[in-house]
Each structure stands twice: as structure tokens, then as C-alpha cells.
């Protein structure tokens, strides 16, 4: 199985601040790394897909990048609504995997 | 726009199975994958398994393999988990999620319904 590696595990930032998260795969998944945003109490959300497309009605204060087996997710200005877990996950291969998860909170 | 609706939450005895529906509207059904996934308490997203409805092969992630069946049913364009011999530890939400790509076995979630809380316990 491929493992997704996501850090840091939570990060806390003021409203306003550039927040980055980073996706390791344990081998090379090419672009195929997709970002959601998990709000509890809903479902997720796809944010990015093929580690750099905005994902349709998605804004645009969000973006990723990286290939291979290093990947970027940025919010570059962190609103009240981004509270949240966000996951990247990777379809390269079966079976589908997530990394574990970065809790943002408000500083 | 699609849109996933799943059944209502579960209360389960250890030991029993548990069925779950997810009934798509929108969109092409038969060619895009509806995939499973779950979110135990306080832990991150596990992937379950997936089909393609016109291509009837579900796959599973292993742990699972034995214990789970997925089906789809395209004249009611509805979606089916069943676990069986459910443990404790299968205590979760259950997410339905559709896939992004047209015939695509691997892919990302483009749309989710809303969830199935599952509760195992004596």
C-alpha cells in the first residue's frame, strides 16, 4: 500500500495567514494527489484534484502543487471558514489512501 | 449537479451485519465509480472499497476483504455497503463518495453524500 504522510498533524493561525500543509507518499504517485477540507459534522469537500486543479466553485485562496512523491497545499489567506482537517489522498494505486489529517485551528 | 443521499443512521449488535444505501441523482450514473469510505472516531478517512457500476467488479481495500460487499443497482441508481460480522471498531461514519473520472477504477471524490453514523455495541 502507498502511505500519505501529511504535516504537521494541526497548526494554529491568525485569520488572514498563509497556511501550508505537505503530503509525502511513501513511492512515486506521479500528480495523482488530490486535497480535501473536512469540516465536522460534514462531508468532505474537494479542493484540489490532480495535485494542482481547483477543483470547480472552489476559491481561489487555495492552491497545490508537487509531483512525484512531495506535495504542497496552501490556503493563502486562512478565513473563519477553513476550520477544519484537511486530507490529501492518492488514486495512483489501489488501494485508495488517505494521510492522516492536518487540524487547522484559529491562533 | 449530483447528489448523493444516504440511509439513516445504525445500531448494531457486535457479530451482526449492517446494510448501507446511497442513492445518486444527477449526473451519469453507470460510469463513474461510487467509492466507500469511513471515519472512526477521532481517526482520519480509510477507503473501504469501490465499483463501477456498468463494470459490476467491486474491489476492496484488504482488511475488509471477507467481511464486505459493495453492489450497485443502476435502475434505481443506488449504491450498497454491507459489513458483515461487525466488531466494536467498526463504529463509524460512512461516506459515499463519487468518483471524478468516467470509467476510472482509481480517482479522487468529486461529490459525497452525507454520511451514516454506525454504532456497534452490546
Known amino acids: 500500500d502507498i502511505q500519505m504522510t501529511q504535516s504537521p498533524s494541526s497548526l494554529s493561525a491568525s485569520l488572514g495567514d498563509r497556511v501550508t500543509i505537505t503530503c509525502q507518499a511513501s513511492?512515486?504517485?506521479?500528480?495523482?494527489l488530490h486535497w480535501y477540507r473536512h469540516k465536522p459534522g460534514h462531508a468532505p469537500d474537494l479542493l484540489i484534484y490532480?495535485?494542482?486543479n481547483l477543483q470547480s466553485g472552489v476559491p481561489s485562496r487555495f492552491s497545490g502543487s508537487g509531483s512525484g512523491t512531495d506535495f504542497t497545499f496552501t490556503i493563502s489567506s486562512l478565513q473563519s471558514e477553513d476550520i477544519a482537517t484537511y486530507y490529501c489522498?492518492?488514486?495512483?494505486?489501489?488501494?485508495?489512501?488517505f494521510g492522516g489529517g492536518t487540524k487547522v485551528e484559529i491562533k | 449537479q449530483v447528489q448523493l443521499v444516504q440511509s439513516g443512521a445504525e445500531v448494531k449488535k457486535p457479530g451482526s451485519s449492517v446494510t448501507v444505501s446511497c442513492k445518486s441523482s444527477?449526473?451519469?450514473?453507470?460510469?463513474?465509480?461510487i467509492g466507500w469510505v469511513r471515519q472512526a472516531p477521532g481517526q482520519g478517512l480509510e477507503w473501504i472499497g469501490g465499483?463501477?457500476?456498468?463494470?459490476?467488479?467491486?474491489n476492496y481495500a484488504e482488511k475488509f476483504h471477507g467481511r464486505v460487499t459493495i453492489r450497485a443497482d443502476e435502475s434505481s441508481r443506488t449504491a450498497y455497503l454491507e459489513l458483515r460480522s461487525l466488531r466494536s471498531d467498526d463504529t463509524a461514519v460512512y461516506y459515499c463518495?463519487?468518483?471524478?473520472?468516467?470509467?476510472?477504477?482509481?480517482?479522487?471524490?468529486?461529490?459525497w453524500g452525507q454520511g451514516s453514523l454506525v454504532t456497534v455495541s452490546s
Open positions: 513511492q512515486h504517485i506521479r500528480d495523482q
Open positions: 444527477g449526473g451519469t450514473f453507470n460510469t463513474f465509480a
Open positions: 490532480d495535485a494542482s
Open positions: 465499483i463501477i457500476p456498468i463494470l459490476y467488479a467491486p
Open positions: 489522498q492518492q488514486n495512483y494505486d489501489l488501494p485508495l489512501t
Open positions: 463518495a463519487r468518483g471524478g473520472r468516467e470509467l476510472a477504477t482509481t480517482h479522487y471524490f468529486a461529490s
